[in-house]
């Protein structure tokens, strides 16, 4: 997943397709370019890594042209190079791209056969060569482009120009999201509305299959048969200004920082403060009958998910079923009819999640999303958008928006379970008290971080670490293991404590670190005896708990003290210390916080 930017200015171009990748930088990193239509001729700058280096390239090297592409990458096919970086181009056009060319193989043995000679590894470059040739047959540029689009397979969003063409831009959107901007004699295009603020907040979503030509006096969208199509210029909510750090050091610390508040206008957009009680939107089917919740997500979000069914379950009483969103679009699993399947994404883009909500829409479920961007796709495509307001999260590890997941999750659950007769009302306001809890649990958490510096300072000594939790806990032990993987790069993995003496319990020696996430709640005492199996192989445990030391039975290595809340919203609140834990980690190790290696904000390939 890539992001990708167009200009068809009345100005050099250059510097605000810079600013607008910028923007978008969350969906890769490893390389960035842009192109311009100067004096006719295509000309193109590229640089290997983040954007910065494209810029000082710039200032070296600048480009005139007032029509230009960018892109910002995350690389699928070839090599993070300035050779593999897009644009692409030949003499006659130039292409950025998103998303994966599926036959490119194919068309690039046919187009070699033919005599086109390919630089990268991309499979992208075929795209080029398709424009490319079919003008060579003697089409125009338009109809070069749609002869090109029949012969792709996958999942792109394209954004392309000509040689010799300062007032033609051409658009596709095949299963990557784009979006056209309406400026004053300039149009625009973007992978989301965030890159086109500074520009124009008016804007028009393109739907599957479409295509577009672009011209200083508007936009001509067709559907996949070719026909014109009306698309609605709708207003963009998104916000011109950048977000920053603030006075943080990283995305990242400011984002873990900013949870009470977001998590309390989470809170507020579900709740009735002052009644006490919950209220979600009409999901359009009747809860107190759906036969079974399915829910789907990736990563992070997945583990919110799996919070979610612990809840949902033991609070309103219905079964859930819950997988990854990559195993569960492919397994066929058979779904009830008339049942509701619940999707958990941030960036609501995510290739996955959005191909199994389409598969859970076919096989006739109700579809709700539990989302941080309201524009995104997979709102788009849903019943019933449950929003979490946790703003824009710019660091690439999840910490904010997890835990807005989980409190819209905590809502609905209580919600469906009053739907249901499940709890009663006496029980719905005691438990919507304990969630209005949690923002002041969690900035309590937040006011010294010292006992997280002194303990990052151990375990990046480590080679691999083990996180452990029980019951609710469990997805907490997982996102505890994915936050340090993905961000210091140490090699941690999560279990249910339970599990441990089935096999994991064979790694524990005297240098493993043992994260346990251990809250005082029905199943404390289980997972002590699993500590004091750890200790018993010398295992070095860090106990994060509202018990005291002492209750665990065995030495510790650390012990991360917590407040005491309800088990209902542990979770929650819970979640900092394992965010903490991975924040100072890498920050001890000096890795890039924002934006680890390999990674990207928005995952929209699958
Ligand atoms: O945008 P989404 O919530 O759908 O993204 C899902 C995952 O890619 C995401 O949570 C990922 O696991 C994070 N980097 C974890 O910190």
Not at 136 to 148: I, M, N, S
Not at 205 to 214: K, N, P, R, S, T
Not at 321 to 327: G, N, Q, T, V, Y
Not at 487 to 510: Q, R, W
Request: hydrophobic share 40%.
């Amino acid at each position: 997943m890539c992001g990708i930017v167009g200009i068809l200015g009345t100005k050099p171009v250059a510097l605000d397709l810079v600013d607008a990748l910028r923007r978008l930088e969350y969906r890769g990193y490893d390389s960035a370019g842009i192109a311009t239509v100067e004096n006719g001729r295509l000309g193109r700058r590229r640089a290997e890594g983040k954007l910065r280096n494209l810029e000082h390239r710039l200032v070296e090297e600048p480009l005139k042209g007032h029509v230009g592409i960018g892109h910002t990458r995350w690389a699928t096919h070839g090599r993070p190079t300035e050779r593999n970086a897009h644009p692409h181009m030949s003499p006659r056009v130039s292409v950025v791209h998103n998303g994966i060319i599926e036959n490119f193989r194919e068309l690039r043995e046919a187009l070699t056969a033919k005599g086109h000679v390919f630089e990268t590894e991309t499979d992208t470059e075929a795209v080029v060569h398709l424009i490319t040739h079919e003008m060579d047959k003697g089409l125009g540029p338009v109809d070069a482009v749609k002869a090109t689009l029949k012969q792709l397979e996958g999942a792109f969003a394209l954004a392309i120009i000509f040689a010799g063409q300062d007032n033609l831009m051409m658009a596709a959107r095949l299963g990557s999201p784009l979006v056209i901007g309406h400026g004053e004699g300039e149009m625009y295009l973007g992978s989301d509305a965030i890159a086109l603020a500074p520009f124009t907040d008016t804007v028009t979503y393109l739907e599957e299959g479409d295509f577009a030509v672009l011209s200083h006096n508007g936009a001509q969208v067709f559907d996949k048969s070719g026909a014109p199509v009306e698309r609605n210029a709708v207003k963009s909510q998104a916000n011109a200004l950048l977000v920053d750090k603030g006075n943080h050091r990283h995305f990242m610390a400011k984002e873990i920082h900013e949870q009470p508040e977001v998590i309390s206008h989470t809170l507020a957009h579900y709740l009735d403060m002052a009644d006490g009680t919950v209220r979600i939107p009409d999901v359009g089917i009747d809860l107190a009958t759906i036969p079974r919740v399915t829910i789907s997500a990736c990563g992070t979000a997945y583990y919110a998910g799996l919070v979610g069914k612990y809840w949902i379950e033991r609070f309103a009483r219905v079964p859930v079923e819950i997988d990854i969103a990559s195993e569960l679009r492919y397994r066929e699993a058979p779904l009830p009819p008339g049942g509701l399947a619940i999707f958990v994404s941030q960036s609501g883009e995510t290739a996955d999640t959005l191909a199994t909500l389409r598969y859970c829409k076919e096989n006739g479920q109700r579809i709700a999303s539990v989302v941080n961007v309201r524009t995104s796709t997979i709102a788009r495509e849903s019943d019933v958008v449950l929003p979490t307001l946790a703003g824009p999260e710019i660091g690439v590890a999840s910490t904010k928006a997890f835990t807005c997941q989980l409190t819209a999750l905590a809502c609905f659950a209580l919600a469906l379970g009053r739907a249901r007769g499940a709890i009663d009302e006496a029980t719905e306001r005691a438990l919507v008290k304990e969630l209005m809890e949690v923002p002041r649990q969690i900035a309590n958490q937040l006011t010294d971080e010292s006992q997280y510096e002194a303990l990052a300072h151990q375990l990046m000594k480590s080679r691999d670490v083990l996180y452990l939790g029980r019951g609710q806990s469990y997805p907490l032990a997982m996102e505890g293991a994915l936050k340090l993987k993905e961000i210091s790069y140490l090699h941690a993995e999560g279990y249910a404590a339970g599990e441990l003496k089935h096999g994991p319990i064979a790694l524990i020696d005297e240098i493993v670190p043992v994260i346990v996430v251990a809250p005082v709640d029905a199943l404390f005492d289980k997972t002590v005896s699993n500590m004091q199996e750890v200790a018993a192989r010398g295992g070095q445990i860090v106990m994060i708990s509202n018990a005291d030391e002492n209750s665990a039975g065995c030495q510790l290595a650390a012990h991360i003290a917590m407040p005491t809340a309800h088990d209902f919203t542990n979770p929650i609140v819970y979640a900092v210390p394992i965010q903490l834990i991975a924040y100072h980690t890498a920050v001890q190790m000096g890795t890039d916080v924002d934006q680890p290696r390999n990674l990207a904000k928005s995952v929209t390939v699958e």
